[in-house]
């Protein structure tokens, strides 16, 4: 069984800063990939930022200079960094690990945008 497990979500205020985290735990053989996804109402989900086994990272247009994706291999988590907050940031935010042949998923956490 593999879990993810974000943390980190919550209410802050336009400008603001948080940072999302996702412990990844269980039997997983190869991750080549890690990412943060993220899914307003009422729209699809869509990648915010990834980062791979070679640590070349790619962000999504929007969030690009003001998001940061990083991983701690030692301790199996990896982080968000988010700084600028915008009210278009507000999402819930999943993180998933790509391994072969599957993807694992975390259950969300919900961060909102707000003065």
């Known amino acids: 069984q593999v879990h993810l497990v974000e943390s980190g979500g919550g209410l802050v205020q336009p400008g603001g800063s948080r940072r999302l985290s996702c412990k990844v735990s269980?039997?997983?053989?190869?991750?080549?990939?890690w990412g943060w996804y993220r899914q307003a109402p009422g729209k699809q989900r869509e990648l915010v930022a990834v980062i791979t086994v070679s640590e070349n990272t790619n962000y999504a247009h929007s969030v690009k200079g003001r998001f940061t994706i990083s991983r701690d291999g030692a301790e199996n988590t990896f982080y968000l960094q988010m700084n600028s907050l915008e009210p278009e940031d507000t999402a819930v935010y999943y993180c998933?690990?790509?391994?072969?042949?599957?993807?694992?998923w975390g259950q969300g956490t919900q961060v909102t945008v707000s003065s």
């Open positions: 998933k690990v790509s391994t072969e042949p599957f993807d694992y």
């Open positions: 269980g039997v997983i053989l190869t991750i080549y990939a």
